[in-house]
């Protein structure tokens, strides 16, 4: 699986840029602030449907721009591909699959397969709960479709209930909808909350094998959390949902007071542990490191697991955040598959015998080298 062209027209400060990528690794140069990141998010956008910088697609436009494309060429399975994302101020983002309109993201992700690791994920394991659902999130959309599918109805769901939770004292009336909108969120959310129990086991398996290769004197494992009613995540989904049924009318009258839904997938945590004790409590900043880079490594190899073809591996300026031990790791574990790598100076090319090298300045490319 490579990307082989990647086209920009408009899209966040590249104005018509095209890069043709190798199918190994590409190094992508230049100062701050140059657009080194903006390619990254264009080519993390083909697999995901988002940015993942903003949650609004429609700032992705350059500035006075009213639309803006991102057009991928990409080989999958032997197979070759073109996806098209077309991204407008006035109405929603359209997608093309070989021509083809699409009707829903969720036919198109994961189609092809992308691992982002950028400086802010270093410190997934001390941030909030909802970034790392959405880590979660990000690598099942891509795995399983209809697990996209479900996480999108669940959150459609998750939002119209919640407007009629907030509306409710104006206009008690809308809460005849409140057991309709719980008896379908727990449906769907019993589907969501087996799907990620099923991968947490299979990535902390593979994460604790990659942290005892950087660590081999400590140990990481992990717990995937839920709602506290679910007595077994893994159980078949109709016990799930009658749990979750149970759970949210024994709270119906906790959720009208607090104006917001108070249990399901929406809530769930990834709780990481180091030797049995809390990895955000008690880990090191090195520690802390070292267990998302294990996370972000397993998440490749599962995906390898599943296709048998590496995903595009999308690194932005990772390296030197980390020491030069765990530089040398992770550039030893990414020698097959394509990779795409931002930095601000060219030097570490040789260490990575890069088969491409772009030089960005200001959304343009000033040099190419292949």
Not at 161 to 168: P, V
Not at 196 to 219: F, Q, W
Not at 222 to 245: K, M, W
Not at 274 to 281: E, N, V
Request: aromatic letters at 8%; one cysteine or more.
């Amino acid at each position: 699986m490579h990307l082989k062209t990647l086209k920009l027209q408009n899209f966040r400060n590249y104005e018509d840029e095209s890069f043709a990528l190798d199918p190994a690794v590409n190094l992508i140069c230049g100062e701050n602030g140059q657009g080194k990141t903006n390619l990254l998010e264009a080519a993390a956008a083909c697999s995901t449907m988002r940015l993942f910088r903003t949650a609004q697609k429609k700032e992705g436009l350059r500035f006075g721009a009213d639309d803006a494309r991102i057009c991928a060429e990409f080989e999958a399975q032997g197979r070759d591909h073109t996806l098209e994302l077309r991204l407008s101020r006035l109405k929603a983002m359209e997608i093309y699959k070989n021509g083809v309109r699409q009707k829903r993201q969720s036919d198109v992700q994961g189609l092809l397969k992308t691992v982002l690791f950028c400086p802010e994920d270093l410190m997934l394991v001390r941030a909030g709960a909802a970034a790392r659902r959405r880590f979660l999130d990000t690598a099942l959309c891509q795995l399983r479709p209809n697990y996209a599918r479900y996480l999108e109805e669940y959150n459609r769901l998750h939002e119209h209930k919640t407007r009629i939770l907030r509306d409710s004292e104006e206009k008690p009336s809308l809460l005849s909808m409140w057991e309709d909108f719980s008896l379908r969120m727990a449906r769907i959310g019993a589907q969501i909350i087996r799907y990620r129990a099923y991968y947490c086991r299979k990535l902390l398996s593979a994460a604790a094998a990659v942290y005892s290769d950087i660590a081999p004197h400590e140990t990481l494992s992990g717990e995937y959390r839920t709602v506290s009613s679910v007595s077994d995540p893994f159980a078949p989904a109709q016990q799930i949902e009658r749990e979750l049924i149970d759970h949210v009318f024994r709270h119906k009258a906790a959720e009208i007071a607090a104006k917001s839904c108070l249990s399901g997938p929406h809530k769930d945590d990834l709780e990481l542990m180091l030797d049995g004790r809390s990895a955000a409590s008690f880990g090191s900043q090195g520690q802390v490191r070292t267990c998302t880079l294990s996370l972000k490594l397993a998440e490749r190899e599962l995906f390898f697991d599943e296709d048998g073809e590496y995903p595009v591996l999308l690194l932005d300026d990772v390296l030197s955040e980390l020491d030069r031990r765990r530089q040398d790791f992770v550039l030893n574990r990414i020698a097959a598959g394509q990779v795409m790598i931002t930095c601000c100076e060219d030097g570490i090319s040789e260490k990575l015998r890069a088969g491409a090298v772009f030089h960005i300045q200001n959304g343009k490319k000033s040099a190419e080298t292949h």
